[in-house]
């Protein structure tokens, strides 16, 4: 096959001529000797009477577009990072939504300084720290309360402090609920097992809520089930080192380790934070969670 050399140089000077006449460049009818292009016909940028080398001033330009084009589409990733929360959350109660480290009612000594804590830690998850946190405590002590407000605060805080991060928020309850729903064909949104663990490995700042309630119920000492163990173990795993993982539970660090094993407490332990609400009075009669 004959390849037309004339043809196809031809029709490169047109394309050429086309994109200097778009960009807005009248021709001199001067020449001079450019240091990457050699010998070429100086054009005339007509916005400022600027003379540049035509070919120059056109990979600039692609160049200027391409940054443009990244940064918009970095912008839209972060807005889709800040939508994350709200868009993906799952919960089993949505009474402390929207309350926020303010609506945490601290009086005590204890109370504020656990506060005080979690808004710290809040502050440098938000500043791009990986770590893992732990809220353990007595029910009602308001641990879902704060753990959604540290979600919600590095959320909306990360992307002045560090860049922006994606957060989700979910009650362990419910979501193994609607994973053994997706076993049985019985979930109406059709979703399977493994877009509920892909959507707890994604993201930056992770909330499980409430982890070891239904062995609490029973024993506090009693091992997680099969189920349980191998869907914690997933997320934990895909997260290990590289994202921010808070955990609430009723059970003390001690039980919780007693309840999951060696592979599952060692990839907690990696930077790890306890938060002690054990000396937080009950908000439950003056604060529904």
């Known amino acids: 096959m004959m390849i037309n050399t004339a043809k196809i140089m031809s029709n490169r000077k047109e394309f050429e001529r086309v994109a200097i006449e778009k960009a807005g460049l009248l021709p001199t009818g001067e020449y001079s000797s450019c240091e990457w292009h050699g010998k070429f016909e100086l054009f005339q940028i007509l916005a400022t009477d600027e003379v540049v080398c035509p070919k120059c001033y056109l990979e600039n330009k692609n160049k200027r577009f391409e940054v443009e084009e990244t940064t918009g589409s970095l912008q839209y990733q972060d807005k889709e990072k800040k939508r994350y929360m709200k868009r993906y959350s799952i919960y089993g109660g949505k009474s402390f939504i929207d309350k926020g480290?303010?609506?945490?009612?601290?009086?005590?000594?204890?109370?504020?300084?656990?506060?005080?804590?979690?808004?710290?830690?809040?502050?440098?998850?938000?500043?791009?720290?990986?770590?893992?946190?732990?809220?353990?405590?007595?029910?009602?002590?308001?641990?879902?309360?704060?753990?959604?407000?540290?979600?919600f605060n590095i959320n909306e805080m990360s992307a002045e402090h560090h860049k922006q991060l994606s957060c989700l928020f979910v009650d362990f309850t419910t979501l193994l609920e609607l994973i053994t729903a997706s076993y049985s064909n019985t979930a109406t949104d059709k979703k399977t097992a493994e877009y509920y663990l892909n959507l707890l490995k994604m993201p930056d700042v992770l909330v499980i809520d409430d982890l070891g309630t239904d062995t609490a119920r029973v024993d506090a000492n009693k091992q997680a089930s099969d189920h349980t163990y191998k869907t914690l173990f997933k997320v934990l795993n895909a997260r290990e080192g590289t994202k921010t993982t808070i955990i609430t539970t009723n059970l003390t660090y001690t039980q919780l380790k007693a309840t999951y094993d060696e592979r599952i407490t060692s990839r907690l332990s990696m930077n790890l934070r306890i938060v002690d609400f054990s000396m937080i009075q009950d908000k439950r009669p003056g604060f529904s969670l």
């Open 101 to 151: 480290f303010k609506g945490f009612d601290a009086k005590t000594k204890q109370e504020l300084e656990t506060k005080d804590q979690v808004m710290a830690l809040s502050k440098d998850i938000a500043g791009g720290k990986v770590m893992n946190v732990i809220l353990t405590g007595p029910a009602g002590t308001g641990k879902s309360h704060i753990s959604y407000a540290m979600a």
